[in-house]
């Protein structure tokens, strides 16, 4: 009987043992395999891009895209003008587009809050083209007619705000004559109509191609750096909120790889310039090559996006508040800016 029982003894010792050996070999599997990392889901995203600076930096996403070496799947639209796409971002069948900045804050009060500044993506095209070489500083203006686009939109306001801020009164000064179309603005420059205009880029570096005599007198850009604390940020890219509450992780993906597009475009410029007249953003490679680094192509977010805009946007709504939709935009519109 004793033998019996040293024997059961000595057997459930023997299992005890294994099963401890076999509980710590289970828990150092368990803690030797590593986590499963969650798997990125992209998604079909409808993007519309104008044709111009606002769109050059969207030039290396559309044709990663098109190779299928992006997150998400997207399909784009390249718009000639911001009212063809600012219904379509209002009613949702655009997902993201880019438009100019003052347009933004109007869709953002028209629209009662329900769109968001996601990014900046270009600052001041502006330029002050000349006939001739009189014009050295912003008073060597006093006294001219300066031919413009864009009455009532950026350029008009961006104009009177650096006049002013010179010395100059821009209704006494100066005359202002606005043109609609830029063919109108090439035309006067080059028949010698007009001795003084406010161009955009790329139209400012196509223009001084077409007459030995026209010079580039000065850059707004630089000229607003020396009289304000703000930033000239006229293009960004929009959302509804909607979208991207129910996106945000695809929405952020987005603005990633939109931010290495826009690196991609100031670093590498005759690629991109080539990106360029592919995608019809700029006519021909060799006018992009050259307009390109006078186009303040620039990624901005956040809270450096709501800081620099906000000031731009002051002097906008000072000048005409409905340029602006009528009011200064609230905190949420500005996208990570908290």
Do not use: H
């Given at each position: 009987?004793?033998?019996?029982?040293?024997?059961?003894?000595?057997?459930?010792?023997?299992?005890?043992?294994?099963?401890?050996?076999?509980?710590?070999?289970?828990?150092?599997?368990?803690?030797?395999?590593?986590?499963?990392?969650?798997?990125?889901?992209?998604?079909?995203?409808?993007?519309?891009?104008?044709?111009?600076?606002?769109?050059?930096?969207?030039?290396?996403?559309?044709?990663?895209?098109?190779?299928?070496?992006?997150?998400?799947?997207?399909?784009?639209?390249?718009?000639?003008?911001?009212?063809e796409i600012s219904?379509?971002?209002?009613?949702?069948e655009l997902n993201?587009?880019?438009?100019?900045?003052?347009?933004?804050?109007?869709?953002?009060?028209?629209?009662?809050?329900?769109?968001?500044?996601?990014?900046?993506?270009?600052?001041?095209?502006?330029?002050?083209?000349?006939?001739?070489?009189?014009?050295?500083?912003?008073?060597?203006?006093?006294?001219?007619?300066?031919?413009?686009?864009?009455?009532?939109?950026?350029?008009?306001?961006?104009?009177?705000?650096?006049?002013?801020?010179?010395?100059?009164?821009?209704?006494?000064?100066?005359?202002?004559?606005?043109?609609?179309?830029?063919?109108?603005?090439?035309?006067?420059?080059?028949?010698?109509?007009?001795?003084?205009?406010?161009?955009?880029?790329?139209?400012?570096?196509?223009?001084?191609?077409?007459?030995?005599?026209?010079?580039?007198?000065?850059?707004?850009?630089?000229?607003?750096?020396?009289?304000?604390?703000?930033?000239?940020?006229?293009?960004?890219?929009?959302?509804?909120?909607?979208?991207?509450?129910?996106?945000?992780?695809?929405?952020?993906?987005?603005?990633?790889?939109?931010?290495?597009?826009?690196?991609?475009?100031?670093?590498?410029?005759?690629?991109?310039?080539?990106?360029?007249?592919?995608?019809?953003?700029?006519?021909?490679?060799?006018?992009?090559?050259?307009?390109?680094?006078?186009?303040?192509?620039?990624?901005?977010?956040?809270?450096?996006?709501?800081?620099?805009?906000?000031?731009?946007?002051?002097?906008?709504?000072?000048?005409?508040?409905?340029?602006?939709?009528?009011?200064?935009?609230?905190?949420?519109?500005?996208?990570?800016a908290d």
């Amino acid at each position: 009987m004793k033998k019996t029982v040293k024997i059961l003894s000595l057997i459930l010792a023997v299992v005890l043992a294994l099963s401890l050996v076999g509980c710590g070999t289970q828990n150092e599997v368990a803690e030797s395999e590593p986590e499963k990392a969650e798997t990125y889901v992209g998604t079909d995203m409808s993007v519309a891009c104008l044709k111009g600076p606002t769109g050059v930096g969207m030039t290396r996403l559309m044709e990663q895209s098109a190779e299928k070496k992006t997150a998400n799947n997207y399909t784009f639209t390249v718009a000639t003008a911001p009212d063809e796409i600012s219904g379509k971002i209002l009613t949702g069948e655009l997902n993201i587009a880019s438009v100019p900045t003052n347009l933004a804050a109007k869709l953002y009060k028209k629209s009662e809050g329900k769109i968001t500044m996601l990014a900046v993506n270009t600052l001041s095209v502006l330029s002050i083209i000349e006939n001739g070489d009189s014009v050295k500083t912003v008073a060597d203006l006093k006294g001219k007619t300066i031919y413009s686009t864009g009455e009532g939109s950026n350029p008009e306001y961006i104009l009177k705000y650096v006049l002013t801020s010179n010395g100059l009164d821009p209704e006494k000064d100066v005359t202002i004559k606005f043109v609609t179309e830029n063919d109108e603005l090439t035309a006067a420059l080059i028949s010698g109509n007009a001795d003084v205009a406010l161009v955009p880029e790329p139209l400012a570096t196509t223009i001084l191609t077409k007459k030995e005599t026209l010079t580039r007198a000065l850059s707004l850009y630089d000229e607003w750096n020396k009289i304000s604390d703000s930033k000239i940020m006229m293009g960004c890219v929009v959302a509804l909120k909607s979208y991207v509450e129910q996106n945000k992780e695809q929405v952020d993906k987005f603005l990633e790889e939109y931010n290495e597009s826009i690196n991609f475009v100031n670093s590498n410029v005759d690629d991109a310039a080539t990106l360029c007249e592919k995608y019809e953003i700029i006519p021909a490679a060799a006018v992009a090559k050259a307009a390109i680094p006078n186009c303040n192509i620039k990624y901005v977010d956040g809270k450096e996006m709501k800081t620099s805009i906000e000031g731009y946007f002051k002097v906008l709504f000072d000048a005409d508040p409905t340029s602006i939709g009528g009011g200064m935009p609230g905190a949420d519109f500005y996208y990570n800016a908290d």
